[in-house]
C-alpha cells in the first residue's frame, strides 16, 4: 500500500477540518489565509489553489516529500470556495476548502 501523496493540508496554522467552527479559520478582509499542503512521496508535484471559476490563484512545482504553501487576501467580505490541487505522476489529489472574510472584527 502507497502512502498518500498529501499528508495534511493547513489553514491559517490548523489542520484543515470542515467540520471545525469556521470561526478558526476566518479572516478580515486585507488579512492573509496561510495554506499548506505537506507532500508525501518521491518526485516532483504541481500544486495549485484555484477560485470558484477555476482562476489559478498561486501555483508552485515541489520536489516531494515537501511543502506547497501559500498566502491568499481578498478585499472583499464573504466566503469563498478554493480548490487545492496536487498532481504528480499519475496521481492527482483535490481538495475544497471555505475561506470566509468578514468586513469587520467581531466585537463582544
Do not use: I
Given at each position: 500500500?502507497?502512502k ?21 479559520y ?15 512521496g ?22 516531494r ?11 472583499r467580505?464573504g ?12 496521481e492527482q ?13 467581531w466585537?463582544?
Open positions: 500500500m502507497s498518500p501523496m498529501v499528508r495534511m493540508v493547513k489553514l491559517n496554522g490548523l489542520q484543515y477540518n470542515a467540520n471545525r467552527d469556521p470561526q478558526a476566518r479572516r478580515m478582509t486585507g488579512e492573509a489565509f496561510r495554506l499548506e499542503a505537506l507532500l508525501e518521491a518526485g516532483e508535484a504541481q500544486c495549485s489553489v484555484s477560485d470558484e471559476r477555476g482562476g489559478a490563484l498561486a501555483q508552485a512545482s515541489v520536489a516529500p515537501g511543502r506547497f504553501s501559500c498566502e491568499l487576501k481578498f478585499d467580505s466566503s469563498r470556495l478554493m480548490t487545492l490541487r496536487v498532481a504528480s505522476g499519475g489529489y483535490l481538495q475544497t476548502l471555505r475561506l470566509d472574510v468578514m468586513a469587520h472584527a466585537v463582544g
